[in-house]
């Protein structure tokens, strides 16, 4: 129940993140693809009894395989960006921006909940995101968030944040303070 309750909160905050990173051309929209068939009106009384029921059923089968084959551990997320599968039909740019959209929503359900923003760490993002989707995530963080950001290249990156941020350079295992 707290899952869907939850997915229902990150989906409304990820909306409009991801709408401004894509210029306002893709709607995202969070499927929580549930292991069992529960009712649409997440009726907690039902839910048990579809899980009980389930379990029950696929009990032996379970223990003679040694695992389990279902269960809430079992349950699956899908991303939706205009109405399609992004891990299927998406590009790299699309499921990239599917993921910080939802990552940049966390960071504001954790804010919301605690009164911080917790640290933000993005490995490599910026090289398959086009230079608008670059400057809209670095614009969106930038002075709200403290990110660590990892990147082969600073080009794309508005010389005023560079100015602002410690940037450092990696090589050869050395690492060393751009000025």
Do not use: C
Not at 118 to 131: K, T
């Amino acid at each position: 129940m707290k899952r869907f309750e939850f997915l229902h909160l990150l989906e409304q905050w990820a909306l409009p993140i991801h709408q401004g990173i894509s210029r306002g051309l893709e709607e995202l929209k969070i499927v929580y693809k549930p292991s069992a068939d529960v009712s649409e009106d997440h009726d907690l009384s039902k839910m048990i009894a579809v899980y009980e029921e389930k379990f029950a059923k696929i009990k032996t089968r379970e223990i003679d395989r040694g695992t389990t084959m279902f269960g809430p551990h079992r349950d699956d997320l899908q991303f939706l960006v205009n109405g399609r599968d992004v891990h299927t039909f998406g590009s790299q740019g699309q499921q990239r921006t599917t993921a910080l959209s939802v990552k940049l929503a966390e960071i504001e359900l954790i804010n919301s909940e605690i009164g911080e923003f917790p640290i933000l760490l993005l490995d490599d993002v910026l090289s398959e995101l086009d230079d608008y989707r670059q400057s809209h995530l670095l614009n969106t963080i930038q002075g709200k968030v403290q990110t660590f950001v990892t990147t082969t290249s600073v080009d794309g990156i508005d010389h005023q944040t560079l100015r602002e941020a410690a940037t450092y350079n990696v090589k050869t295992g050395e690492m060393s303070r751009i000025q």
